[in-house]
């Protein structure tokens, strides 16, 4: 079946530092999405991107939807405590289907 | 989370015994999902509905089964336990599976332990 390749699998930062974090696939995706979840409670929407190329930002957060419709990424920047927890990319690979998790990037933010 | 709630939010249960887990949203939202959670593998779709009484499987159905008998539960059962199940279990609604719709709303989830 279809995957989602999201990388890094953890990251450990000071605060303040800026990060990045993608996810990969070999097939194409109608959809991106980024979730971030947070100890104890169930994944949040950060960002979600519907066309090729789409750039968009949430606060500190920035998120792209890659040309060739196979990959996304995430930027977080001037990073703080509260942006610990574990982020998820999502995509859905045509319209009427599920989405497809990647196995997400947990980060650690020291003070 | 506002529109979702799950119970129980915390299960211990001995293997070969049956446990349900429920959503129950108040949003209208046509489609349910129940996805579990486990270290280094992120979230698996188990079973999702498209509307009362329709159901399909998902990533890892087996030893699960669900229903939908109203448009705002939908339980999932596992008939037997095993100590694979134990996971964390999260019900997500959408109002569609098309464009921005297909945007999932998560509960906060079902800690289920099976000794």
């Known amino acids: 079946g279809q995957q989602l390749n999201q990388s890094p699998q953890s990251m450990f930062i000071q605060e303040g530092e800026d990060v990045s974090m993608n996810c990969t696939s070999s097939?194409?995706?109608?959809?991106w999405l980024w979730y971030k979840q947070e100890p104890g409670e169930g994944p949040v929407l950060l960002i979600a991107l519907y066309k090729a190329g789409e750039l968009t930002s949430n606060g500190r957060l920035t998120a792209q939807f890659g040309i060739t419709r196979k990959d996304s990424f995430l930027n977080i920047s001037a990073s703080i405590p509260s942006d610990v927890g574990i982020y998820f990319c999502a995509g859905q690979p045509q319209a009427g289907t599920a989405l497809i998790f990647g196995k997400g990037t947990t980060l650690s933010v020291s003070s | 989370d506002a529109g979702i709630t799950q119970s129980p939010r915390h299960k211990v249960t001995e293997t070969g015994t049956p446990v349900t887990l429920r959503c129950h949203q108040t949003?209208?939202?046509?489609?349910m999902y129940w996805y579990r959670q486990d270290p280094g593998h992120g979230l698996r779709l188990i079973h999702y509905s498209y509307g009362v009484k329709d159901t399909d499987k998902g990533e890892v159905s087996d030893g699960y089964s669900v229903s939908r008998s109203k448009t705002e539960d939908f339980l999932l059962t596992l008939e037997s336990a095993t100590s694979s199940q134990t996971s964390v279990y999260f019900c997500a609604i959408s109002p569609h599976l098309a464009g921005g719709a297909n945007v999932l709303t998560f509960g906060a989830g079902s800690r289920l332990t099976v000794l």
């Open positions: 949003e209208n939202h046509r489609y």
């Open positions: 097939s194409i995706f109608n959809t």
